[in-house]
């Protein structure tokens, strides 16, 4: 089932679609992951911002100041929310601003702080192993490249 996802910013409503339950990774066109990226893009630099002091204070922190606790739970609630929302989205969060797009035989990733989407992996490859889109494009000329597909 299709649906649209309206997401509210201070001065618009973006209609995204997304397919399923929130959660759950939707199949992205390599135009479809490129509209998007900007919203998340968006959201992991409001979240970023917000991340880095208490990522400084957390590690400035002994482990035996009771402040501890707060601030690493904190962290956490930072990190939570940003996965949240990208996930409602329908990209996967493969690792701390580390967003995938799945085509179905594979991911576009996205890595902050990244200016645009220009890497992908297999399936049933590491994250770590990102390859450049336009060479995949080029040499395997994948349905996801091409717009309805």
Partial sequence: MIRVVRVTEK???????Q???PG??????????EALLPLIQKITRA???????LRDAVRNT??????????ELAYAAIVQTWSDKVER?????????HVDFFTGDGFLCWKYPETRLAYYHAASDSANVRQDIAAIVDT??????WPNQ
């Fill in 62 to 71: 002994l482990s035996c100041d009771p402040r501890l606790g707060d601030r």
């Fill in 24 to 33: 759950d990774p939707r199949l992205f066109s390599l135009s479809e992951a």
């Fill in 140 to 145: 395997e000329a994948p349905d996801w490249a």
């Fill in 11 to 17: 001065t618009h409503t973006l209609e995204v679609p």
């Fill in 89 to 97: 989205l329908g990209p996967v969060v493969a690792g701390l601003w």
């Fill in 47 to 53: 979240a970023h911002s917000e991340w880095l002091p």
């Fill in 19 to 21: 397919i399923g339950k």
